[in-house]
């Protein structure tokens, strides 16, 4: 979520019809991403968010 990003819209986003109708959702794969972490997209930072996005997928994989 962006700092100009409500928690009443990311509630709207999260409980549209459309949403819950996307494939990634319906079969639990929706992996929320911190914003602060990945705005950057310089090199190291690119390494550093490779790392932990394949962390995440480990992780909900099992």
């Known amino acids: 979520m962006n700092e100009g990003t409500t928690e009443v819209q990311v509630k709207e986003i999260l409980e549209s019809p459309i949403w819950k109708t996307l494939p990634a959702v319906k079969n ?24 932990l996005i394949t962390d995440m997928l480990v992780k909900s994989a099992k």
């Open 28 to 51: 639990n794969q929706v992996h929320m991403l911190d914003y602060k972490t990945f705005l950057h997209y310089d090199p190291i930072s690119i390494l550093g968010q490779a790392d």
